[in-house]
């Protein structure tokens, strides 16, 4: 690879660590998706502990939301994009991951999305063992989990983002432009923060509302 070709994918730029204000290295890195078109990794990461990483969508960047309906076990193959502005919805389930303070980007498929909803579940259930009906909810959902996993039952997976750019890649994922309203109403989440979790085990990824309440 020439070194002309190397600066058009990948660049580096400096800033000031929003922590620390030591320079902290921008690294931006462009890469090309087959039948959807060109995104950007961008990330940084400081020795504070401070960490930034993201992936936007170059090719469009007005709010949208993706809805596909999985239904078997080809459909946990779509590819998805889900930025640090992306909130997911499984309605069937009620649940909703939206961006929280330590939201991570990131470039999966569907089952890998239904993977880490796990993860969530799991750690949430340990927090309300005590909440006899909130812990009981939680075991039920990891089983609706599995099963949509295993291929023994249909949801829906839905992406919206403000920013435009999260995504699901499939020739069945519906994508429809959000209204102002709708993408007002939408948190986003730009920061991510290195924390250690054996610490703060409270401190999760992404703000998961699984189980009703507060």
């Known amino acids: 690879m020439s070194h002309k070709c190397f600066k058009d994918e990948s660049f580096e730029t400096r800033i000031s660590c929003p922590l620390c204000q030591k320079e902290l290295i921008m690294t931006w890195q462009r890469d090309n998706i087959p039948y959807f078109g060109e995104i950007m990794y961008v990330s940084a990461k400081c020795p504070c502990s401070f960490r930034f990483a993201d992936t936007m969508i ?128 939408l948190n986003t989440g730009m920061i991510v923060f290195d924390v250690d979790k054996s610490e703060l085990a409270h401190d999760i990824s992404d703000n998961v509302k699984p189980l009703g309440g507060d």
Not at 88 to 116: A, C, F, H, K
Not at 133 to 151: H, P, Y
Not at 174 to 180: I, N, R
């Open 58 to 185: 170059l090719s469009s960047k007005e709010p949208m939301r993706y809805e596909l309906s999985v239904e078997s076990p080809e459909d946990l193959d779509a590819r998805v994009i889900r930025s640090t502005s992306g909130t997911i919805r499984i309605p069937e389930m009620g649940i909703v991951v939206e961006p929280g303070t330590v939201s991570d980007s990131y470039i999966t498929n569907i089952e890998g999305v239904l993977q880490r909803v796990q993860n969530v579940l799991m750690t949430a259930s340990r927090w309300v063992r005590e909440d006899e009906e909130k812990f009981a909810r939680s075991q039920e959902l990891l089983c609706m989990l599995n099963e949509v996993i295993e291929g023994r039952r249909a949801i829906t997976v839905i992406i919206e983002d403000p920013l435009g750019n999260s995504a699901i890649i499939s020739k069945k994922a519906v994508a429809s432009k959000l209204s102002k309203e709708e993408a007002e109403k």
